[in-house]
């Protein structure tokens, strides 16, 4: 089989503060990860406290730290060193071939698309901890061919909203169906640009979406990293 990921963002419309940060490591015990942040700090978006989040977080995953370990971890320190101020929102998606399995931690309710034996599910996936709402919850779904799990930030998920035009969750459930053949990066973009339409193409938020795909491998054991960057 082959872990094959896309990932497609887009800042908010005229603002030179971004909140989103996605990184992408490949995981000491084999496997990679997509760590998506998004930081405020006293209500206000922040792009310094989305960074350092998710570098923490990488940096204990190549330590060979568990995803919920590491992310609890660096959420209880950020409450610490910012009294409480600072905001993190956290969605960690890993394909952990250690345990097998793929392996989801965030400490939101953003919803998340899940494809499996071709059907599909969208859900919040509940994702505060009982105890402390600030930690997150793990949840772990074996590896199995032809999945398919996106997740996605803020910005997606309340597209629409001040225009009275929310994104209608059914409607692109039934794109990604449709059109699971694409490749990642193909499904990954529509998504973005069905957002972008429900905010009449100025996104009131940054966007992200994140897509991961357990298929057929390609034959070749070649690893394979495209980014594109607009400046």
């Known amino acids: 089989m082959e872990i094959q990921i896309a990932i497609a963002k887009v800042d908010r419309y005229s ?10 490591v490949e995981r000491p015990n084999g496997g990679i990860s997509v760590i998506l942040g998004e930081g405020k700090l006293n209500g206000s978006r922040s792009k310094f406290v989305a960074r350092k989040a998710v570098h923490r977080v990488l940096s204990l995953l190549l330590e060979g730290i568990h995803d919920g370990a590491a992310s609890r971890a660096v959420l209880s320190a950020l409450k610490t060193e910012y009294h409480g101020e600072a905001e ?39 994702g505060h901890d009982e105890v402390d709402p600030q930690l997150p919850n793990v949840y772990q779904f074996p590896i199995e061919d032809d999945f398919i799990i996106i997740m ?34 193909q499904l990954a973009d529509l998504i973005l640009n069905q957002a972008i339409g429900q905010d009449l193409g100025q996104p009131h938020d940054d ?16 690893r394979r990293l495209s980014v594109s960057l607009p400046f």
């Open 15 to 24: 603002s030179p503060e971004q909140g989103d940060q996605v990184e992408v």
């Open 88 to 126: 993190f929102s956290l969605s960690l998606l890993s394909c952990d071939l250690q345990s097998q399995t793929i392996v989801l931690t965030k400490n939101n309710d953003l919803p998340v698309i899940m494809v499996r034996k071709n059907k599909g599910s969208y859900t919040s996936y509940e």
């Open 152 to 185: 996605f930030s803020d910005g997606v998920a309340t597209a629409g909203w001040e225009c009275s035009q929310p994104l209608e969750w059914n409607s692109l459930m039934e794109t990604v169906l449709e059109e699971q053949e694409l490749p990642v990066q």
């Open 207 to 222: 966007m992200s979406v994140v897509v991961m795909q357990v298929g057929k491998s390609s034959g070749r054991p070649i």
